[in-house]
Each structure stands twice: as structure tokens, then as C-alpha cells.
């Protein structure tokens, strides 16, 4: 059988992804401190970009509440972490370091006081009056805890939480030293009367900032898993308007501004145009994935993380006509600042249990909480656990779903932790 060569037309239709298209996903995927390192590196090979840094105008959200003037914001509410707790690590650390009982008793005192912030919450002198000892004994115990890890802890205000961290970190010189004595000029965007002060350029001074910035002003938080790392700059804040609803907007400290030379060769001006347009189209998919995120999550935000609603990144992106993949991508390392601490909005997103009646994230805040609060002599099992869980939230709950949810935050069993 002879075989014949055949030419056909076929139309097919292919999606290429141009390189402009490529960097737009890729950067969805940049959180704020990804997206300025990637702006900090453009610059540096287009002359024709031109970054100016944020300055104190905006301050650092995350560092809301410790500086008079700013929104305050209750640290009492500050929602505790499950195990290990502050309490229980400083506990621990305590018990490592402290020698004899007089000590030991003193240290323990103050690990009391501590603020959800690792702020401690009490005077020295009415401590000292309280444990019927010198204040210069609770001033050398305290010395000796405030080198507990993370470094802040233990501190007294927010100029000495920083202080504790600028020497560990070998950056605590003159003119940090003044920066630090006049947080609330900085608060205030004052740096030119840091400057005079200190007797140096301006420009040192928004240098110690920026250094600043990269500090941890509530050590103890640390603690609260729902916290996104606190050395790093959220993407988003939440803050609660005075007609009680909430309100979310971009981050405006956490990205440099971006700038064409004077001047500049127009292929170098075009490639920074096109990458303004990117970071721009960034910020408006964000901001509102974001705010139908929250506006989803209100309960957690007036309530706590144990009022997440079950939420899927389908319903999002349904609602805001985005492909799921879009909505993925945003909040991968996305974070946003909330009165009650810096949240992963990725884990705001939750299953829902017992035909919808809380979330799978709701339930493991409502079990940490449960254990924090237990008889340590008495601690309950995951049976009983799960019997007092499910009646509180009207679900039935297996012992196996507390079991599995229970190691997930790393909490030992009830044997071990009667041990402990």
C-alpha cells in the first residue's frame, strides 16, 4: 500500500505568556518586603528608575499602640498563642537560669507582670514592695530575664525594648541613642529636630529608622500563631473607622515611591513605566482581595481568630470575577495589620465544620484557648475535649478531629502535659 505525504491546515489556539505578563503574575506573589528588594534591584540596573524611601509620615502600623498619639489598641485583647505560651516559655527559661529561690521568686514575679506585648505591665518599685525586697534586687533579676530570647522582652517601655534589641544587634550608638530617646518627634515625622538635636544630618537619622524598622516593638506576640512574622512589613491595614465598620487600605510605609529621572533615555523610562504600571495593578488586586477578605472575616476582627467564618479562595475570587489562581497568588505572603496583631491572610481562609457552623481555623483557636485555660493538675483529654467543644459550638466533634488539630498546634497530650 502506497503511502501518500498529506499537507493540512490546522488553526489551534495557544495562550503565550509575554514576558511583561510573566512579571505581572510573578509579582502577585511579592509581599511587601519581596516587592521593595525587587524595586531596590531594578533601580539598580535602570538608572532611569528613581526610588524614594517612606518616611515616618506614615510610621510602622504594626507599631500601633505603643506610642502616645497613635491609635491605641488593648493588648489585653491580644489573642495568646497556644503552647508554648509566653508564660510557659519564659517559665521555662526562668527555671533554667535562676539559681537560688529568692531569685527564682522574683523572676517569676515579673514574668506575671508581663503584658501580652512582652512589655512588662507593672512599676519595679511597686513589685519590690509587694515581694518585700529592694528595688535594687528586682532591678538585677530583671537585668538577667531581659536576656531571654526573643530580645525585648521584659522591657519596660518602647524606647527600652528597642534599646535591648539595637545592642544586641551592635547598631546601638550615639545616634541611635537619640532617636530613641525622641520616638514620639519620630512618631510625628519630626526627624529634622532628631537631627538637630543629636548634631547630625537628617539623613542619619531616617538611616537609624529605617533600621528601626526592622525591629520587633511587641517581643511577646511572637507567641500567637495567627501572627504573621513581626519583623516583616504587612501589605495591608485594618483599622476601625468611627462609625464602627472597618476599613482597609494599602500599607503606604511599606514600599519605596516610585520616580522617573529627569532626563532619562527613553528606553530606560519606558521598562520604569511599565514596571510602575505593574506594582500599581499589584496594589489595586490586592487591596481588593483584601477587603472582601475581611469584610467576609468581621466577626474574627471585632471578636478574635476564634470567630473565623469558613471561607475558600473560590468564593473570593467568584466574587471579585478573579481566577482562583489570582486570588492564590495574592495572598500567598500577604499580610495585613489588624488591632489585634499582623495576620496572614492566607490564614484566614477555612474549611467549614459542622455543616458550616465555624471554620477548621476558628476551631483550632477555640482548642488552644481550652488547653491555655485547663487545671494544669487536671488537663483534659482529647475525648473530653472534644465532648465540651462540640456542645459549646452545637457540633458533633470526634475525638480524632481534636487529636489531629491538637498536634497541628503542637500541643502534647494530656498525659504529657500533666507531666509538665
Known sequence: MTQRQRIEVKQTLRLKLSTGLRASIA????????????????????PALVLVQPT???????????LPGLDRIDLAEVVAGP???????????IDRRMKTPEDRRIALALAEALAPSGWLDRPLQVMARELGCKLAQVEAVLYRVQEIEPVGLFARNLGECLKLQAQEAGIYDR????VLTHLDLLARGQTSCIAQLG???????????????????KPGTAFDPMMAETLREPDLLARRRPDGDWEVALNGSALPEMRIAEGAASDGAAAARMLERMVLARNETLLRVGTEVLRRQRSALDEGPARLQPMTMGEIATALDLHESTVSRVVAGASVDTPRGV???????????GGEAVSAAGLRDLLAHKIES????????????AQSLGAELGIELARRTVAKYRGMLGIPPAHRRKAR
Open 175 to 178: 545616634v541611635m541613642k537619640v
Open 83 to 93: 503552647g508554648p505560651s509566653l508564660m510557659a516559655h519564659v517559665s521555662a527559661e
Open 27 to 46: 509579582m502577585l506573589r511579592l509581599d511587601a518586603v519581596g516587592l521593595a528588594r525587587h524595586l531596590e534591584e531594578q533601580a539598580a540596573e535602570n
Open 56 to 66: 515616618p509620615r506614615d510610621w510602622l502600623p504594626r507599631w500601633s499602640g505603643v
Open 343 to 353: 495576620w496572614w491572610l492566607r490564614q484566614l481562609f477555612s474549611r467549614g465544620m
Open 374 to 385: 485547663e487545671m494544669p493538675e487536671a488537663p483534659l483529654s482529647d475525648e473530653a475535649l
Open 199 to 217: 548634631g547630625v544630618d537628617e539623613v542619619e537619622v531616617l538611616r537609624r529608622f529605617r533600621l528601626i524598622r526592622t525591629m520587633n516593638p
